[in-house]
């Protein structure tokens, strides 16, 4: 089956750094990659949708400027959170989509832990 | 807006007994319903989709039922394992492109 990848699989970084997150589709092309975060106990949440070579779609209530995502190839995504505050860390998996259509069409990374300090 | 939840909240049973985890769904006008197993720290594993057309589907041990019109499915685990502790997500996709909407979960304790 189809392979996504993230790294790193956990981060601890100061608050007020910015930090990078990458999502891979490994064995297959993806023209559409998506970014969830996820609290303790609770369900994810779509934070945005991003389309490769295209500025991303984010979701009401995320902060384009403080979540940057960039979809440079069809096989890459990356995450920045940017001047990171304790607030920030959260669990954050990706999704990507691959490039022909079927009932399988999204396959998720393993989740990047961050914890801002 | 789709809304989807997901009973129990929690679920705490023996080794070897059979248990089904229930998923609701506000709009029946879905394309697919999936069921994801995420473990602790863990990325999520698809289990099981049923596109809007199928009724149920069946992996070894898991069988998943889809009634769209009272926007219902159920997951149902037999003889389950200590293996199978986990949160059990359900998710419905409302078109072929469109995003997923994710249930609360259900976070599952077999006890051996």
């Not at chain 1, 970014?35 to 295209?54: C, H, I, V």
Request: proline share 4%.
């Amino acid at each position: 089956g189809a392979v996504v990848s993230q790294h790193p699989s956990w981060v601890i970084c100061k608050s007020g750094t910015s930090v990078k997150i990458e999502c891979r589709s490994l064995d297959f092309q993806a023209t559409t990659m998506f970014w969830y975060r996820q609290f303790p106990k609770q369900s994810l949440m779509l934070m945005a949708t991003s389309n490769e070579g295209s500025k991303a779609t984010y979701e009401q209530g995320v902060e384009k400027d403080k979540f940057l995502i960039n979809h440079a190839s069809l096989t890459l995504s990356t995450l920045t959170v940017t001047s990171a505050h304790p607030e920030d860390s959260s669990f954050y998996i990706c999704s990507a989509r691959v490039l022909t259509s079927g009932p399988y069409e999204q396959y998720f990374g393993p989740g990047t832990r961050l914890t801002v300090t | 807006k789709q809304e989807v939840t997901q009973i129990p909240a929690a679920l705490s049973v023996p080794e070897g007994e059979n248990l089904v985890l229930n998923c609701s769904f506000t709009d029946s006008a879905i394309y697919n319903l999936q069921w994801f197993r995420q473990d602790p720290g863990k990325g999520l594993t698809s289990l099981l989709l049923i596109q809007s057309s199928q009724r149920e589907q069946t992996s070894g041990r898991l069988n998943a039922s889809l009634d769209k019109s009272s926007g219902r499915s159920t997951l149902y685990i037999a003889a389950s394992q200590p293996g199978d502790s986990a949160t059990y997500l359900c998710a419905v996709k409302a078109a072929s492109g469109s995003r997923l909407t994710f249930g609360e979960g259900t976070q599952l304790t077999v006890n051996p």
